[in-house]
Nanobody, 114 residues
Framework: VRLVESGGGLVQAGGSLRLSCLAS????????MNWYRQAPGKQRELVAV???????DYADSVKGRFTISRNNAKNMVYLQMNSLNAEDTARYYC?????????WGQGTQVTVSS
């Protein structure tokens, strides 16, 4: 599966961004789609999950501010990010999880200025 993220950028604290992830390839094998992020000097962390059934889960740090969604007809997954703060600054990665593989995109940078 090939994943291509877009939508990152520079935003002021309190602002919003919407990240997009376009999937291609063995899409039918995917069980869940995830968004991860990695800040400089920190480990990559799971931010949001969406299953094939549409169930979602979020890291405590983003609950109530971020929303993950998917459009199966367009092979797209989105991450709507509101009320951004400096701690959200990181490179955000789309991830596809299947029984036999994990696929990663190249990431998109999100920088929040205070």
């Amino acid at each position: 599966v090939r994943l291509v993220e877009s939508g990152g950028g520079l935003v002021q604290a309190g602002g919003s961004l919407r990240l997009s992830c376009l999937a291609s390839g063995l899409i039918s094998k995917i069980n869940t789609m995830n968004w991860y992020r990695q800040a400089p000097g920190k480990q990559r962390e799971l931010v949001a999950v969406i299953t094939n059934g549409g169930n979602t889960d979020y890291a405590d740090s983003v609950k109530g501010r971020f929303t993950i969604s998917r459009n199966n007809a367009k092979n797209m997954v989105y991450l709507q990010m509101n009320s951004l703060n400096a701690e959200d600054t990181a490179r955000y990665y789309c991830n596809a999880e299947a029984s036999l593989f994990h696929s990663w995109g190249q990431g998109t940078q999100v920088t929040v200025s205070s």
